[in-house]
């Protein structure tokens, strides 16, 4: 069975796409500072390098800061895909944060470029992750907050990034990866949108008030959001894993973006039927509360999936009806 070795693997986008890979016949090993411990949640088996979970999972141990790495795991692997990078979401960004959001993800790559370049191996190709947030915002205005995004415009990969905090961290994260294409490997970057899930993530964080029946729109709901579904997202990888012919960079987006407006009181309208209230959170409120981080998720952006369709990639969930039924209608 070939083996898939994964950095960031017990993340909302590792642990979808681990279960997605073993159902493929593939081996996991997840690359984790502390593998027993991430391995004691599941049903264990120990090896003398690692530590198998049921389903073909094995965890090896790896510290970039360290600059440590299971050899053997690396020398087991037929591909690797690099999720590894402090959440962006996660906490306020001040300037400590920042820099381990940058380092978290530049210090990892570097790792493993080196690894890969000190020891034997057999990995044919390497599929990194990176964002959207590489764009700046949409260079037109949204027509009004009702507005739906068009599926034929939009961002493409050969735009330049952004010189914002998130462009900029984009830009030196897909730098920092770049030299595994001078060892002879096949470079897949793929730029994720906002990855919608039941397991964490910005759907997590909109159905929470949701539960108190308040739809909270972001400002005035009109700024585009370039989503995906989870599904969607973990199939992208495996795509780029079994076609040869990927090469370089691609947006993983939703051919059918949406403003926040809708995204919310499509949510609303899923888990409450007509028993919500919309309520606006103005632009002032937003900044208090999240600081620097509030210019993202006001800003608009709106992301072309063309290269990754012509590729032969199918989405299962194109739309956000469908992506919400399946998510929430269950």
Same mark, same amino acid.
């Given at each position: 069975?070939?083996?898939?070795?994964?950095?960031?693997?017990?993340?909302?986008?590792?642990?979808?796409?681990?279960?997605?890979?073993?159902?493929?016949?593939?081996?996991?090993?997840?690359?984790?500072?502390?593998?027993?411990?991430?391995?004691?949640?599941?049903? @264990?088996?120990?090896?003398?390098?690692?530590?198998?979970?049921?389903?073909?999972?094995?965890?090896?141990?790896?510290?970039? !800061?360290?600059?440590?790495?299971?050899?053997?795991?690396?020398?087991?692997?037929?591909?690797?895909?690099?999720?590894?990078?402090?959440?962006?979401?996660?906490?306020?960004?001040?300037?400590?944060?920042?820099?381990?959001?940058?380092?978290?993800?530049?210090?990892?790559?570097?790792?493993?470029?080196?690894?890969?370049?000190?020891?034997?191996?057999?990995? $044919?190709?390497?599929?990194?992750?990176?964002?959207?947030?590489?764009?700046?915002?949409?260079?037109?205005?949204?027509?009004?907050?009702?507005?739906?995004?068009?599926?034929?415009?939009?961002?493409? !990969?050969?735009?330049?990034?952004?010189?914002?905090?998130?462009?900029?961290?984009?830009?030196?994260?897909?730098?920092?990866?770049?030299?595994?294409?001078?060892?002879? #490997?096949?470079?897949? $970057?793929?730029?994720?949108?906002?990855?919608?899930?039941?397991?964490?993530?910005?759907? #997590?964080?909109?159905?929470?008030?949701?539960?108190?029946?308040?739809?909270?729109?972001?400002?005035?709901?009109? &700024?585009?959001?370039?989503?995906?579904?989870?599904?969607?997202?973990?199939?992208?990888?495996?795509?780029?894993?079994?076609?040869?012919?990927?090469?370089?960079?691609?947006?993983?987006?939703?051919?059918?973006?949406?403003?926040?407006?809708?995204?919310?009181?499509?949510?609303?309208?899923?888990? $409450?039927?007509?028993?919500?209230?919309?309520?606006?959170?103005?632009?002032?409120?937003?900044?208090?509360?999240?600081?620097?981080?509030?210019?993202?998720?006001? #800003?608009?952006?709106?992301?072309?999936?063309?290269?990754?369709? &012509?590729?032969?990639?199918?989405?299962?969930?194109?739309?956000?009806?469908?992506?919400?039924?399946? @998510?929430?209608?269950?």
């Amino acid at each position: 069975m070939p083996a898939v070795l994964i950095t960031g693997g017990t993340g909302l986008i590792g642990s979808s796409l681990s279960r997605l890979l073993v159902n493929n016949g593939y081996n996991v090993i997840i690359l984790s500072r502390n593998p027993l411990e991430t391995a004691r949640k599941h049903e @264990l088996q120990s090896g003398r390098n690692s530590f198998r979970s049921s389903g073909n999972i094995y965890y090896s141990k790896w510290n970039p !800061e360290a600059k440590t790495i299971d050899r053997s795991a690396l020398q087991e692997a037929d591909y690797i895909v690099h999720l590894a990078g402090a959440g962006v979401a996660e906490k306020r960004w001040t300037s400590g944060r920042k820099k381990e959001i940058l380092e978290s993800r530049t210090h990892s790559s570097e790792m493993l470029v080196k690894a890969l370049q000190e020891n034997p191996n057999k990995v $044919k190709a390497v599929i990194s992750a990176s964002a959207i947030g590489w764009y700046g915002a949409d260079l037109t205005p949204n027509p009004s907050p009702e507005g739906e995004g068009n599926p034929a415009s939009g961002f493409t !990969e050969t735009d330049p990034a952004a010189n914002d905090f998130l462009g900029q961290t984009c830009l030196q994260w897909e730098q920092s990866i770049e030299p595994v294409a001078a060892l002879g #490997k096949r470079l897949v $970057k793929l730029r994720l949108g906002i990855a919608l899930s039941n397991e964490g993530g910005a759907l #997590k964080e909109f159905k929470k008030p949701l539960r108190f029946g308040l739809a909270t729109i972001l400002g005035d709901g009109g &700024q585009i959001m370039s989503w995906v579904h989870i599904d969607d997202a973990s199939r992208a990888y495996l795509h780029a894993i079994e076609h040869q012919e990927m090469q370089g960079v691609y947006n993983v987006v939703s051919p059918e973006p949406v403003t926040n407006r809708q995204l919310i009181l499509s949510l609303a309208q899923q888990m $409450k039927g007509k028993m919500y209230t919309a309520v606006h959170v103005p632009r002032r409120v937003l900044k208090l509360m999240l600081g620097e981080m509030s210019v993202e998720v006001l #800003k608009s952006a709106t992301v072309s999936c063309n290269k990754l369709r &012509q590729s032969g990639f199918q989405f299962g969930f194109p739309t956000l009806g469908a992506a919400l039924n399946d @998510l929430v209608g269950k």
